[in-house]
Every structure is written in C-alpha cells, then in structure tokens.
C-alpha cells in the first residue's frame, strides 16, 4: 500500500493523526467534540468527549447527522453514512511545526465508554471555560514538534468555525461546498466545520414531556455548536489558532444558528466575532408553538403522549427522521413560511427571541459581518418548492393575521405582482432580507456592524432561473470554483469574472476574520451603506429602500 503522509497533533482528548493535503495544508477530520448522544444521551445536551490512548486516526470524514436521503445535497447521498454520533468537526490549518509522518497503518480509536456528568444541562450552570477545561478535561500535555496551547500568540492564526446549512434539517459540515482549502490558503487562517444534530434529534422541544427519572432538553443543536465552541477554546491553540479570535460564520441555517448564538447567554466569550450569510434571523419560535409542534411529532410516529417517553427513546433514527419529513411537510401547508425544526425560545438556553435581542442592541457586542443574495427566494420557486410560501395562496396565509392595509402596502412594493419573480422576491425578503436589516440596524449600536448584497451572477444561473439565489455566495466564499458546482456555474461562461469575485470576497471575509473590519463603512439607520458584491462592486445608500419601507408596517414577519 502506497505510503500516505500525514501529521500528528496533541489535543485533551489524545493524539490525533490526520493528513497532509496536495496543497500542504494540514487536515484533522471527524474529531469528536462531545460524547456519542446516543442510548441515554439521546435528547440530552452534549458531555464532554472521552480521552483515548494511543493515535486516533482523523484523515477520514465521519458520520454525518441522520437525515432524509437528498438529492439535493450531496453530504446526505444514498452512499453516506449517517449515525447519531455525529458530533464531531473537522479542522483546516496551513502546514506548522508539526512531524510529518508516512502512514504507520491502522489508528487507534477510542473504545465506547460511559459519558461522564454533564457538560451543562441548562446555562444557569455554566462555568468558566477554565474551569470546565480542569474539571471536565484534563490537559495531557502536547506532543513533541506540534503547537502547544501556550504558543507565542502572535504566531497563531484567526480562526473561523463553520455551521452548515440545510434548514436545520439536512448537511453536513463535510459537504463539498464548504471544502476550505482555497480559502485557508488565501488568508492563512484555520478553518473548522462543524456536524451538529439535525431534525427531531436536535431542533424540535420535547422538554414538555420530560419526567423526574428522564430529562428532555431543548435547543440540543445549537447547545452543540456551544459544545463545539468551548472545544475550540480548549485545543485550537494546538492547530496553530488563535482561541482569542474566533470568528462563527455560517449560511442559510447556520448563518440563522451565528445570529441566534449572538443572543444565547451561555456563548459568551467563546466567540469574538460573526458572519451570517442569508440568515432567517427570525426564524426561531415560542414555547407554545413549539410543544404543539412536538405533539403533532409524536402523532406521527404514531403513537400517544402518554407513550411519548418510551417512543422517543426507543425509535430507530430512519423512524424519527420519516416523522419529521411528514411534520414538515404538514406545517409548510398548514404555516406557511414557518419551519418547525428549529431553535425555541426556551426561557433558559435561549431566554428572549433574537430578533428582539439584536433589533435591541442586547446581543453579544461582537463586529458583524451580514449580508443576502440579490435574489434570495428564486431557489424556492424553482429547485425547492414548498420551503418557502411561493404560491399567492401561501402568501395570503402568511400574511393572515396582518392589517390588510400593511399587506396591500408590501404587495404594491413588488411590481408585477402575483407573478412569479415579484412572489419568489417577496418571500426571500420576508424569509431572509427584512429580519437581517432589523437585526443590523439594532446591532449597529453595539458594534460594528457590516452589510453586503450578493448580486453576482452567471449565464447559467440566470437560464435556470436563479440568479444571485440563495446559497450562490458560497462559491466565492470557499473558492470552488474548480468544483462540479463552479463549473455548472459557469458553464456557459463568467468564469474569471467569478474568480474575481471571489478574490475580492475572500479578501473581506479574511480581513474581517483577522481585524473584526472590512473596507466599506459600517451600517447606521441613517445612510445604511452595502456593499454589492457583482462583476463590478460597488457601494449603495439603502438598497431596496420602498421595500424595506414597506414591511416596516409588518410585526407578523417572523
């Protein structure tokens, strides 16, 4: 067998060996963050990951969350293995210190063992980082030739921890989308990318049926992300990242989990910056609605609540994911626009809804870089249908408990409304680009805050019908461009206009990871300056100015 380098690097947990890339990046792959939730960690927040002796073997991807099968998404693939012990991230860093190594064949792994008390089961016991690193994980010490926590910090690099998209439903961390390696070697910065529980497993809120012998906890995927977080506090100085500037980014769902961390108490400190690229900044739900939610879960595995305990636990993955695809489907007829499976406004984890927190200037003072598509709902009225109300019907319905004064007043917003391009843009802006700007506008009192728009666009894109729709910025962002994406992108030309793009992209994103500042102002109420990112960029005094007028009238949005 042909030799494979690879590389070795200490962590809390053990030593870990992972591979050198073609390029000679440095690459650690499905390294757990958090015990196996799996038999009585099932719907319970995350504990602390085991120790192993010997080397783990990182060079391969992991597990991804359980989830439908997509062919849509190619992390969810009929050939990808899916597990419950899925909380595991991965880390991207340019070449250091550490030994380079040939493959010395099969890696030890840790055997399963019982999960230790837990990390924290609400965030009314949440300790220092310090302390949870003492008393949970004992530091073993860092293995000769790699970066040592204690390293010089002004050689460590920033680093940007990543959440994927998928509705909160679907993806994964692995997904090709998100490979990082042309990013990580445009900005000489360590990238890590993160598996978190998807579905009914860690978006929907059983607590209500929670007993004195079993606990339900609610937000567990976001309580994972946490878990992530103070993972990465304790070993990214290993890697060669600086834990002192951490920047979270994500799109789409993940951009929506950066916003909502920005208001969770128990993330404070773990995090020193934001960036949110398409988040549904309000698509976070009561108390109230989120228990009939559960109820209606448990209708559909089909038994009763007072069985609900037993059949929670006791249901195989595929059973728990086929009830959430039928709870989906139901809610998007039922409440248009509403998305069933994702994070609750608990009163404890998440105490107040973040579009109030950010529209306050009460979140988390970190800079905040966030920004949209130009043309945000195209996706759901032609690839994806049925996420987002597309029909006039599903509009009116989600307009139905508005004045019909402020509906009429959003609808004359959109010209040539009901077509089909007015509907697609008016749900993406409901979905996507109002709550960003009420979330900007708020946070722009605390700390600086930064706006752009994605515009660019292809041939391509614009005969399918696209555009500069959701998901298009992360090609430019990861520099894919080579990829199977890029190239259908492309296909028809605009390649080096994209590369261009793209450059110019990472450049911000980079900077902003390193400096917490980008090149254009920052956002105010008054002038509220964008960024438009397109062939050519430029700089626009309140894109969109009618339209955001217009939903202004609007509180029913979220």
Same mark, same amino acid.
């Given at each position: ?96 210190? $550490?030994?380079?190594? +040939? /493959? =010395? &064949? *099969? ?7 019982? #999960?230790?008390? @837990? ?14 690193? $003492?008393?949970?994980? +004992? /530091? =073993? &010490? *860092? ?7 204690? #390293?010089?910090? @002004? ?404």
């Amino acid at each position: 067998m042909a030799n494979v380098v690879s590389t070795q690097v200490q962590t809390a947990q053990g030593t870990l060996r992972g591979a050198l890339t073609p390029t000679g990046l440095r690459a650690f792959r499905a390294i757990p963050y958090a015990a196996p939730p799996v038999g009585n960690l099932r719907f319970r927040a995350p504990r602390p990951p085991e120790r192993w002796t010997g080397v783990r073997n990182a060079m391969h991807h992991g597990p991804v969350a359980p989830q439908r099968i997509s062919q849509y998404y190619s992390a969810a693939g009929p050939d990808t293995d899916q597990s419950e012990d899925c909380l595991t991230l991965s880390v991207l860093t340019p070449a250091a210190s $550490s030994p380079v190594l +040939p /493959d =010395a &064949g *099969p890696s030890l792994s840790p055997p399963d063992a019982a #999960a230790p008390s @837990a990390m924290r089961a609400s965030s009314a016991m949440r300790t220092s980082s310090a302390m949870r690193t $003492s008393s949970a994980m +004992p /530091d =073993a &010490g *860092p293995a000769a030739g790699s970066a040592a926590p204690d #390293a010089d910090p @002004a050689a460590l690099r920033p680093v940007i921890v990543w959440f994927h998209g998928g509705a909160f439903v679907r993806g994964a961390g692995s997904a090709p989308a998100y490979a990082g390696d042309a990013l990580v070697e445009h900005g000489d910065a360590v990238l890590v990318t993160v598996n978190y529980r998807l579905g009914a497993l860690g978006f929907l809120d059983f607590s209500q049926f929670s007993t004195p012998q079993r606990v339900f906890e609610s937000n567990l995927g976001l309580r994972d992300m946490v878990a992530a977080l103070e993972w990465v506090q304790r070993n990214i100085a290993a890697f060669g990242g600086d834990p002192s500037n951490v920047t979270i980014a994500g799109q789409s769902a993940g951009a929506t989990a950066v916003t909502t961390l920005m208001c969770v108490p128990s993330a404070a400190g773990l995090f020193h910056r934001a960036i949110a690229q398409s988040p549904a900044v309000a698509a976070v739900y009561g108390a109230e609605r989120a228990a009939g939610w559960a109820r209606d879960f448990i209708n559909w595995l089909h038994t009763t609540e007072s069985l609900a305990v037993d059949a929670l636990l006791g249901a195989p993955p595929t059973e728990l994911v086929a009830a959430a695809t039928r709870l989906m489907a139901l809610t998007q007829v039922e409440t248009p626009g509403a998305m069933c499976m994702s994070p609750v406004v608990d009163g404890d984890f998440l105490p107040e809804h973040p579009i109030d927190v950010l529209a306050a200037g009460r979140a988390h003072p970190v800079p905040l870089l966030i920004g949209s598509t130009k043309h945000e709902g195209a996706l759901f009225a032609t690839a994806r249908p049925g996420l987002l109300p597309i029909s006039a019907e599903s509009i009116n319905l989600m307009f139905e408990i508005t004045d019909p004064g402020a509906q009429l007043k959003v609808l004359s917003a959109y010209p040539g409304y009901p077509s089909k391009r007015a509907r697609a843009q008016l749900v993406g802006d409901a979905a996507f680009w109002v709550p960003g700007v009420h979330a900007a506008q708020g946070h722009a009192t605390v700390a600086p805050t930064f706006v752009y728009r994605y515009d660019f666009t292809t041939a391509a894109l614009n005969l399918k019908g696209h555009g500069a729709t959701h998901g298009t910025d992360l090609l430019p962002v990861f520099g894919n461009l080579d990829s199977s994406r890029g190239r259908a992108a492309t296909m028809l030309g605009g390649s080096e206009e994209l590369a261009g793009v793209s450059e110019r992209m990472q450049d911000q994103w980079l900077t902003f990871a390193r400096t917490g500042a980008v090149s254009w102002p920052v956002y105010d109420d008054v002038d509220r300056p964008t960024k438009i990112f397109s062939t050519t960029d430029r700089l626009i005094s309140d894109p969109g100015r009618e339209r955001r007028r217009a939903w202004d009238s609007v509180a029913t949005y979220r």
